[in-house]
């Protein structure tokens, strides 16, 4: 019932800027944390970005500076602003949050991954 839809992947060419969204729906009661991780082929899946719904931050040491995690929480929804894009970031980039459902309870939901493409 609780579902996550990611938007904003795309082809960029090196430092160049995307911005990821991801909006939360469904029979939610809250959400606490919320994040993006990556994985790149051949590579394990790895956190980028975090931010509580105190609006608490964290990055990956990579990100930093370059990156920019928020969310709306009127919208259920979490940013993602990537700077200065380099093809290391290239990967499919994926939404995690920490949801309490109506019902249910709560548990961990990831959306459906969203390609990024770097070109050099």
């Known amino acids: 019932q609780v579902q996550l839809v990611e938007s904003g992947g795309g082809l960029v060419q090196a430092g160049g800027s995307l911005r990821l969204s991801c909006a939360a729906s469904g029979r939610i009661f809250s959400i606490n944390a919320m994040g993006w991780y990556r994985q790149a082929p051949g590579k394990q899946r790895e956190l980028v970005a975090v931010?509580?719904?105190?609006?608490?931050?964290n990055y990956v040491d990579s990100a930093k500076g370059r990156f920019t995690i928020s969310r709306d929480n009127a919208k259920n929804t979490v940013y993602l602003q990537m700077n200065s894009l380099n093809p290391e970031d290239a990967a499919v980039y994926y939404c995690?949050?920490?949801?309490?459902?109506?019902?249910?309870?709560?548990?961990?939901?990831w959306g459906q991954g969203t390609q990024v493409t770097v070109s050099s």
């Open positions: 995690n949050a920490d949801i309490w459902a109506v019902v249910g309870g709560r548990d961990h939901y």
């Open positions: 931010i509580t719904s105190s609006g608490s931050t």
